[in-house]
């Protein structure tokens, strides 16, 4: 990575269930904290995306690998990597 730069990948739920989720991501990571929308609600059968956004303003490591955890309706945790 080089200093002060910035990356953005999506990432996308989709609620296949009758009734709309409440989804919100958990960012603990500086270099991630311009990642937007923090939260959603997903009406049925809809899709939302988050822009998951990586922002360095120091030299990295070749990779930056961080787990972020979200929740659907505040209940079960879950995990993805960046």
């Not at 961080?66 to 879950?78: A, E, L, M, Q, S």
């Amino acid at each position: 990575m080089f200093v002060k730069s910035t990356t953005t990948k999506s990432f996308v739920v989709t609620n296949d269930l009758r009734q709309h989720i409440h989804v919100r991501l958990v960012i603990t990571d500086k270099e991630l904290m311009k990642t937007s929308p923090m939260s959603q609600v997903i009406p049925p059968g809809q899709e939302a995306g988050f822009d998951i956004t990586f922002c360095s303003d120091s030299p990295q490591a070749v990779t930056f690998k961080k787990d972020i955890t979200y929740f659907i309706n505040d209940t079960v945790p879950f995990k993805f990597r960046v």
